[in-house]
């Protein structure tokens, strides 16, 4: 073998030997299906159909899942209990993976594109008390819904979540099919605004509502001029002594 095959056939070895470690280290993406099967079938089937431990999912679509594996709904931790907020249990990758394979079974709803520039807050205001306040409170702080269930505060949701949740209907939840896209763009952006606006009438105790915050501001303000009332017949009596 002549020196210049020679040197040839040791360069090749030698790339081979720096690159073969690189492709081993990356990582494949992860697969809907097999996440689906490993963490989800248990409950919904193999393929969605559903089981005694939980419901169908063929037609639940793209947006559904996305808001239940987004918010950590889902892999539900009691299946007795309300499904509630929680760190995600996936990855961005694999919740991306796991909304595809479940969008594939049916003929749900599509994650929707939430766009608040031309939203309307009058509009969206209007149909907040009409469609969600008696459940989420008139400042979206949440509240009981009946049968032990309880609507979440809507402070940390973000607007595709907000979106995704009137599309889909988690838990006891309506799903809003009679509200034009325009009308759920007005609502977003009037939740959004509750959480963004300042308290004029000074702090709050989480924006529950005028009633209950002026009762407890009375209580304390009662228990104060007891405390004074006390403090002054005390030293009264010292001074009298």
Not at 69 to 80: I, K, V, Y
Not at 104 to 128: H, K, N, R, Y
Not at 177 to 203: C, K, M, N, P, W
Request: aromatic share 4%.
């Amino acid at each position: 073998m002549s020196s210049a095959v020679s040197r040839r056939v040791s360069l090749v070895v030698c790339l081979g030997a720096v690159l073969a470690p690189l492709s081993v280290s990356v990582a494949a993406e992860p697969d809907g299906r097999e996440l689906f099967i490993e963490s989800c079938a248990s409950c919904h089937g193999s393929e969605g159909q559903g089981t005694d431990a939980g419901p169908s999912i063929i037609d639940a679509g793209a947006a559904a899942a996305d808001f239940q594996l987004r918010t950590g709904r889902m892999p539900l931790a009691d299946d007795g209990a309300q499904a509630v907020r929680k760190p995600p249990a996936f990855s961005p990758d694999e919740i991306e993976a796991l909304t595809a394979f479940v969008a594939s079974l049916g003929e749900g709803p599509e994650i929707p594109t939430v766009d608040l520039d031309g939203a309307d807050l009058s509009d969206g205001q209007e149909l907040f008390v009409a469609n969600c306040a008696a459940c989420h409170g008139a400042t979206g702080s949440g509240g009981a819904v009946g049968a032990g269930a309880l609507a979440p505060s809507l402070s940390v949701a973000d607007p595709v979540e907000i979106a995704e949740a009137m599309l889909t209907g988690p838990g006891q939840m309506p799903v809003f099919t009679a509200i034009e896209s325009e009308d759920i763009q007005d609502i977003v952006a009037y939740v959004v605004h509750l959480r963004e606006q300042r308290a004029f009438g000074g702090a709050d105790l989480g924006g529950i509502g005028p009633v209950p915050e002026g009762f407890v501001g009375l209580g304390l303000g009662v228990a104060c001029l007891v405390a004074i009332s006390v403090l002054l017949g005390s030293k009264r009596k010292r001074d009298e002594a």
